[in-house]
């Protein structure tokens, strides 16, 4: 634990904080108190501005990695919180590129204007300096970040427009009947020159510009309209199933006030009942806004869509809180089948997960299932349904009719997987 003068100091009235040309190594935010940041022109000093408190100082050399651009002196005394070089760089990693590159460009260009001032100021006399090396280099890594970033949403952008974006789907079994319940719809890029893109390469960039809305509308309606087809499919085969369907949300839909009416016209574009669609958001979203999220979800429920936990067991949400959401399903984290199962505490970990979500009245899924033995465990310990590629990977949607069709059109077939769990359990004792 730092103590308190590793992070905060108090600056008498008078004192320089630091000087023009120094090599910067922290910024400060100043807490109380008023600081004046000025420059040498020649003999004389030129204040530039004044400070106070709330704002921030020093922090153009740590972000630039150049010398101080300018002499801070404490007009009063001050109380300054410091923010380390550490700090200040580890949230600039985590900003947008193109902002990163947006914030260089205005450094450099707030720098050169300073620079020309200057030399005007006293006849032309002080050459240009150019940043160091290494900031010459970070500065490119920016700029070509923020590029690749910008390619890559231009690039979506035509990808939606074209229709380049398809679903893959991957069916959730019901763990007492073999049979297939629901399918999840996930998003793919088939790019025209790369081939199938996964999610990952992309879902962050569009959440970042904002195009994740445009995204998660044209999933949600394809999504009904695959349901409506994939349920079609599967009455012709004789069964009566009631197939459902989910989709992946995000908060800035659920920040979105027209999200649920746009749902609400998709339902009814294709005839599809709401109970029939189910939103998935992962744990760390239902906690992060849990006001705005609560007021969207009961928006869902008062139209009868269903919900379900996406990840859970990886996020940070509160056991206390999560009765408080409207939710219908906890989908258990892949993580959990596959490192938690092999041994004793991570097997009753996943049988208390399990509990809990029927504590709640829940119904609860398994992800990421490839083994046998883990769908054993798991169908011992009561789990509802089952998802992943012991069972299928997500699919085309073809393939998807091909599974309604092969699973459903066998009725020894249908049964064949819970039967085979069953004696697996048994063999085991």
């Not at 893959?168 to 079994?173: C, D, E, S």
């Not at 399918?183 to 893109?197: I, Y």
């Not at 258990?332 to 809990?356: H, P």
């Not at 089952?386 to 299928?392: A, T």
Request: proline share 3%; net charge negative; charged share 25%.
């Amino acid at each position: 634990m730092p103590t308190t003068d590793e992070y905060r100091r108090t600056i008498p009235a008078g004192t320089v904080i630091f000087h023009e040309g120094e090599t910067g190594n922290c910024a400060y935010v100043i807490e109380r108190g008023t600081v004046e940041i000025s420059t040498q022109v020649g003999s004389e000093k030129m204040v530039i501005a004044r400070r106070v408190a709330g704002e921030i100082f020093g922090e153009m050399a740590v972000v630039d990695n150049r010398p101080r651009s300018a002499t801070v002196t404490a007009v009063t005394e001050c109380e300054l919180l410091i923010l380390s070089a550490e700090q200040l760089h580890a949230r600039l990693k985590r900003l947008d590129p193109v902002l990163r590159m947006v914030l260089t460009v205005i450094l450099e260009r707030f720098r050169d204007t300073m620079q020309r001032f200057k030399s005007e100021a006293i006849g032309n006399l002080i050459p240009y300096q150019p940043a160091s090396t290494q900031g010459i280099e970070s500065q490119l890594q920016a700029h070509k970040e923020a590029i690749e970033r910008l390619e890559l949403e231009q690039s979506l952008k035509k990808a939606i427009a074209r229709k380049e974006l398809v679903l893959h789907y991957q069916p959730l079994i019901c763990c007492k009947t073999g049979r297939i319940k629901s399918f999840e719809a996930l998003v793919r890029w088939q790019h025209p020159n790369h081939g199938m893109v996964p999610p990952g390469a992309f879902i962050a960039a569009a959440e970042q510009s904002g195009l994740i809305c445009d995204i998660s509308r044209y999933v949600i309606d394809k999504a009904c309209e695959s349901l409506t087809m994939l349920r079609a499919e599967a009455q012709a085969m004789g069964t009566t199933e009631d197939l459902s369907i989910s989709v992946n949300v995000t908060a800035r839909e659920f920040a979105d006030e027209a999200f649920v009416d746009y749902i609400t016209s998709c339902l009814e574009r294709h005839n599809t009942a709401p109970h029939s669609l189910a939103l998935e958001i992962t744990e760390s979203m239902l906690m992060k806004n849990a006001e705005v999220t609560l007021r969207t979800l009961k928006r869902c429920r008062d139209i009868g869509l269903s919900i379900s936990i996406d990840d859970f067991g990886t996020g940070y949400s509160s056991f206390s809180h999560l009765h408080r959401f409207p939710v219908n399903t906890l989908k258990i984290d892949r993580s959990f089948v596959a490192e938690n199962l092999g041994e004793a505490s991570g097997k009753e970990m996943v049988r208390a997960m399990i509990a809990l979500g029927h504590g709640l009245g829940l119904e609860v899924v398994a992800e990421g299932i490839e083994h046998p033995h883990q769908a054993s465990v798991l169908q011992l310990f009561g789990c509802d349904y089952f998802q992943g590629y012991l069972f299928s990977k997500p699919v085309s949607f073809d393939a998807a009719m091909a599974l309604v069709r092969e699973w459903r059109g066998d009725e020894e077939q249908a049964f064949q997987v819970a039967n085979n769990l069953r004696q697996s359990i048994r063999a085991a004792g």
